[in-house]
């Protein structure tokens, strides 16, 4: 290899690292605005704007728009909210999807190619022209309810955590994904549990989901972003307060007037709290939502 093609391959190389880090920069410096901005009053953010400090904690910085925010809406109520929808969302989701993907991918039963196409098919549908009928659906629905302190039962789920978990438990994109992941799994691993005297159950529960980490943590990645973001469906089935999740939440939250004008820093304070969960999920599955992407996933 000549001098002349290692200098063009080093230069190419450097550009390329070069471009990602810029393109990096791009996405990570309005998170970083966000959460420094969040411990800034509302005069030292405008101040900041126009130089680099905007992106750093200096000058009048502490806690006072927390505490503000904490004291001006129910937010640990919000957070305990969309934490509980979102996390029964996502378990309960893992455990139904993983068994109708492997009923798919690892058993043999006729009408599997026509069920696996209806499932593909829904993907294309966009949940807001299943909102309304959904909604109808859901408040002619039987309900069990405890607020008189003994069971009642009542017809409709409009203001209920059951409104906002159920009907998104069982989901057409991570059942695909979960298919695609246990089809790269060699048969052969089955058949041996079975001649040990294995049923399916024992082969599903020991030996696949040991072997599929990475598709569990994609699901639930991209299951729970859709779910904490979820603002449409709430607003429809949710009219109480304490039944808000976040993203419904800060619509309250601005919808609350303030003597002080517009709470920027408050704002900025709500903001990164509702990202906050996000960015901890993602750095926790990083490692396995990759591995997942890029060996299994999403390959047709």
Same mark, same amino acid.
């Given at each position: ?26 996405? @990570? ?7 420094? /901005? /969040? ?10 704007? &126009? ?5 750093? $904690? ?11 925010? *904490? ?61 309304? !009928? ?47 992941? *246990?089809?790269?799994? $060699? ?12 049923? *399916? ?17 994609? /699901?639930?990645?991209?299951?729970? @972003? ?7 469906? !709430? ?5 109480? &307060?304490? @039944? ?15 003597? &002080?004008?517009? !709470? ?12 906050? $969960?996000?960015?901890? @999920? ?19």
């Amino acid at each position: 290899m000549t001098t002349t093609v290692k200098a063009r391959r080093t230069l190419a190389r450097t550009a390329f690292y070069a471009a990602g880090a810029l393109l990096s920069l791009a996405f @990570l410096l309005p998170m970083v605005f966000m959460i420094v /901005s /969040s411990f800034k009053g509302k005069l030292q953010i405008f101040e900041d704007l &126009e130089s680099v400090r905007a992106f750093l $904690p200096v000058g009048d910085v502490g806690l006072d728009n927390y505490q503000g925010l *904490f004291s001006r809406v129910p937010l640990a109520r919000f957070y305990v909210n969309s934490l509980l929808v979102s996390f029964l969302v996502v378990g309960l989701g893992l455990v139904i999807n993983s068994l109708a993907a492997f009923g798919i991918a690892r058993m043999r039963w006729r009408g599997q190619g026509i069920v696996m196409g209806v499932l593909i098919a829904t993907l294309i549908v966009p949940f807001e022209t299943l909102a309304l !009928p959904l909604l109808y659906w859901v408040n002619n629905l039987p309900y069990v309810s405890f607020a008189t302190g003994t069971p009642e039962l009542t017809t409709g789920w409009i203001n209920t955590y059951a409104v906002q978990i159920v009907p998104f438990i069982a989901n057409a994109f991570s059942i695909f994904l979960f298919v695609q992941f *246990f089809k790269s799994i $060699p048969r052969e691993i089955d058949e041996a549990a079975f001649i040990d005297g294995a049923g *399916f159950l024992t082969v599903y529960r020991r030996i696949v989901v040991p072997l599929s980490g990475p598709a569990f943590a994609t /699901s639930a990645i991209l299951t729970f @972003l859709p779910i904490w973001n979820s603002y449409l469906w !709430p607003t429809m089935v949710v009219q109480e &307060e304490g @039944l808000r999740p976040l993203p419904v939440g800060l619509d309250y939250f601005f919808q609350s007037n303030t003597a &002080e004008g517009v !709470p920027w820093g408050q704002i900025m304070g709500y903001t990164t709290l509702v990202t906050l $969960p996000i960015m901890v @999920l993602f750095i926790v599955f990083q490692r396995s939502f990759v591995a997942s992407v890029a060996n299994s996933g999403i390959k047709g």
